[in-house]
Nanobody
Framework: QVQLVESGGGLVQAGGSLSLSCAVS????????MGWFRQLPGKEREFVAG????????FYADSVQGRFAIFRDKVTNTVSLQMNSLKPEDTALYYC???????????????WGQGIRVTVSS
């Protein structure tokens, strides 16, 4: 089992910044890919950013490219999402996830955090 605990998030004005963090514990040797997803009520979970645990390779959704940055710390077993130039459409419940391969597809992630809310006011 792998446990994920998200922190950060909150309310920010458009154009502002927020940072999310996800602490990973448990069977961390099974972690190869980590990702951040977001979801609005009644909508499907949307890929935001991903990172390969071993070499730190990163990939992003087009909607956040250039504004968001994903990082991982192999010492503290955390993955972070730095969100800059936030827009009202970034408002969502954000989830971190881990799985055996890095991917943009939520179905390929095995473990999920509880979700953390990000609200961007206009």
């Amino acid at each position: 089992q792998v446990q994920l605990v998200e922190s950060g998030g909150g309310l920010v004005q458009a154009g502002g910044s927020l940072s999310l963090s996800c602490a990973v514990s448990g069977r961390t040797f099974s972690v190869y890919g980590m990702g951040w997803f977001r979801q609005l009520p009644g909508k499907e979970r949307e890929f935001v950013a991903g990172i390969t645990w071993s070499d730190g390779g990163k990939f992003y959704a087009d909607s956040v490219q250039g504004r968001f940055a994903i990082f991982r710390d192999k010492v503290t077993n955390t993955v972070s999402l730095q969100m800059n130039s936030l827009k009202p459409e970034d408002t969502a419940l954000y989830y971190c996830a881990v799985g055996p391969i890095p991917s943009r597809q939520s179905a390929l992630y095995r473990y999920w955090g509880q979700g953390i809310r990000v609200t961007v006011s206009s």
